[in-house]
């Protein structure tokens, strides 16, 4: 058994509220550095292969929440292990059939530099491509979440735009936000983390479930 787990690629996996691994990347727009996107939230995801048909659904679905993702100033960059070319002629193939223009630039990992630093390459996935990876990464450069999808399972757009409005309101607004919660809803108190703490919220007015749930709206 140790012989086989010895003969498994190493894959590097960042970590939630450290910085994000740095790079600098060829792609459909350019040679890009992580230190481009300092002073605006980044979403980095990846894609296993171009001309697929989950991955076109998928770039399809980013590119319709592209200006709901602007509108919260988050960037957009997308990532697999094909070539510039194939990405390029991958984009105009989906203008062409599907009448839709990929915005944001495609990172061409060929040498799977970026991939293997944020834990892209999933050997028990596959052997050679990237999977459905999705990292938001804040305007400090702080990786702050990360989603990993199955092949064969396209990613849900509405959830990483819910994702991404629950970190700024809980960053804007020091609180937690609950299972399931939307933009409006009510967020969560902070838990408190001694007597005094509970005395004071019981105190504030806050909706009390119970002493360490309680409930605020905001904005």
């Given at each position: 058994?140790?012989?086989?787990?010895?003969?498994?690629?190493?894959?590097?996996?960042?970590?939630?509220?450290?910085?994000?691994?740095?790079?600098?990347?060829?792609?459909?727009?350019g040679t890009v550095r992580l230190s481009d996107f300092r002073d605006s939230w980044l979403i980095l995801f990846s894609?296993?292969?171009?001309?697929?048909?989950?991955?076109?659904?998928?770039?399809?679905?980013?590119?319709?929440?592209?200006?709901?993702?602007?509108?919260?100033?988050?960037?957009?960059?997308?990532?697999?292990?094909?070539?510039?070319?194939?990405?390029?002629?991958?984009?105009?193939?989906?203008?062409?059939?599907?009448?839709?223009?990929?915005?944001?630039?495609?990172?061409?990992?060929?040498?799977?530099?970026?991939?293997?630093?944020?834990?892209?390459?999933?050997?028990?996935?596959?052997?050679?491509?990237t999977v459905r990876a999705v990292f938001v990464i804040d305007p400090q450069g702080i990786l702050r979440a990360m989603?990993?999808?199955?092949?064969?399972?396209?990613?849900?757009?509405?959830?990483?735009?819910?994702?991404?409005?629950?970190?700024?309101?809980?960053?804007?607004?020091?609180?937690?936000?609950?299972?399931?919660?939307?933009?409006?809803?009510?967020?969560?108190?902070?838990?408190?983390?001694?007597?005094?703490?509970?005395?004071?919220?019981?105190?504030?007015?806050?909706?009390?479930?119970?002493?360490?749930?309680?409930?605020?709206?905001?904005?």
């Amino acid at each position: 058994m140790s012989e086989v787990l010895a003969s498994q690629p190493v894959t590097s996996m960042p970590r939630l509220n450290e910085p994000a691994p740095d790079f600098e990347a060829a792609t459909t727009h350019g040679t890009v550095r992580l230190s481009d996107f300092r002073d605006s939230w980044l979403i980095l995801f990846s894609h296993p292969a171009d001309f697929t048909p989950v991955c076109t659904t998928e770039f399809i679905g980013f590119t319709e929440i592209f200006p709901e993702l602007q509108k919260r100033g988050v960037e957009l960059l997308g990532l697999s292990i094909d070539s510039v070319p194939s990405h390029i002629a991958w984009g105009r193939a989906i203008q062409e059939k599907m009448g839709v223009k990929i915005p944001f630039p495609i990172i061409a990992d060929l040498d799977k530099a970026v991939s293997t630093k944020y834990g892209m390459l999933q050997p028990g996935a596959s052997k050679n491509e990237t999977v459905r990876a999705v990292f938001v990464i804040d305007p400090q450069g702080i990786l702050r979440a990360m989603l990993y999808y199955p092949m064969t399972t396209g990613r849900n757009m509405q959830e990483i735009l819910r994702l991404v409005d629950a970190l700024q309101t809980s960053d804007q607004y020091h609180v937690a936000t609950p299972a399931n919660w939307q933009p409006g809803d009510k967020v969560l108190v902070p838990a408190p983390t001694s007597v005094d703490d509970v005395e004071q919220n019981l105190k504030a007015g806050y909706e009390v479930v119970d002493w360490y749930l309680m409930k605020k709206s905001v904005g």
